[in-house]
């Protein structure tokens, strides 16, 4: 939900704004890659199919696996599987989720969040639920970002999400950029980015950590899903040993 709207004509002055904020060159370019102002409209028809084809393609790249529905009927994952019927851009953001997430998450209910806004049971969301206050709020952000910045990847509208989800709320004030450049900060060290810094199909496989401590991919623990092999708690691992969910 936008806290505030953005007028479509005040949109350019908004997002000079925010970009002015960023105190390094890297995160304004990263800016430029998902603001251009073509891409705050979602897309609809066949371009809405073929958004919704890709993240499809997306999730299953990660191994995760889809059923059809919606989640209105249950849950977005069910901890085994993600239901499919919804926009593109939710989809994207639940493989985020499904990234970030510590490997015995991936196996609750919407990954041990709680009910998300298109979660049917809620009860039993709110009832797996194991990721509370400040943590939940951070991991939320990260999966935001992260599953924007896939948006950009794939040619998406990845500016609509960035303001749907209220990244440009306080834009030009220092504590939105700062926001904005931790996140990002995390997502890098954690291993999701690459060196330019754009997303890499990573799974998180270590348990000791809240997603977003930015203290390296090594400590995070990840593996990646198409590399010959994978970090994996300071050691390696062969990325084509079984992943569960």
């Not at 303001?163 to 999701?192: K, M, S």
Request: glycine share 8%; charged share 20%; net charge negative.
């Amino acid at each position: 939900m936008i806290l505030t709207p953005i007028a479509a004509d005040a949109l350019p002055s908004v997002l000079q704004s925010f970009a002015d904020s960023l105190a390094t060159p890297t995160a304004r370019r990263v800016f430029a890659r998902l603001a251009e102002p073509a891409a705050a409209t979602r897309a609809a028809g066949r371009t809405a199919a073929r958004h919704h084809a890709d993240a499809m393609a997306l999730a299953t790249s990660l191994r995760i696996r889809l059923k059809p529905g919606s989640p209105t009927l249950d849950f977005s994952w069910d901890g085994c599987t993600l239901r499919q019927d919804t926009e593109a851009y939710v989809l994207i953001h639940e493989v985020a989720h499904y990234q970030l997430a510590a490997p015995s998450r991936r196996r609750i209910i919407d990954f041990g969040l709680g009910a998300g806004p298109e979660t049917g049971n809620r009860i039993a969301a709110d009832l797996d639920a194991c990721i509370f206050g400040v943590a939940r709020e951070t991991e939320e952000a990260l999966a935001s970002l992260l599953g924007i910045l896939w948006e950009v990847e794939l040619g998406h509208p990845a500016l609509a999400s960035f303001v749907d989800q209220n990244w440009l709320e306080g834009a030009g004030r220092p504590g939105a950029a700062a926001h904005f450049e931790t996140i990002l900060g995390c997502l890098r060290g954690d291993g999701f980015l690459d060196d330019a810094l754009r997303p890499v199909r990573t799974l998180r496989v270590a348990e000791a950590r809240v997603a977003g401590s930015a203290q390296g991919a090594a400590r995070a623990g990840v593996v990646d899903v198409h590399g010959e092999a994978a970090m994996v708690n300071r050691g390696l691992a062969s990325a084509e040993q079984p992943i569960d969910p």
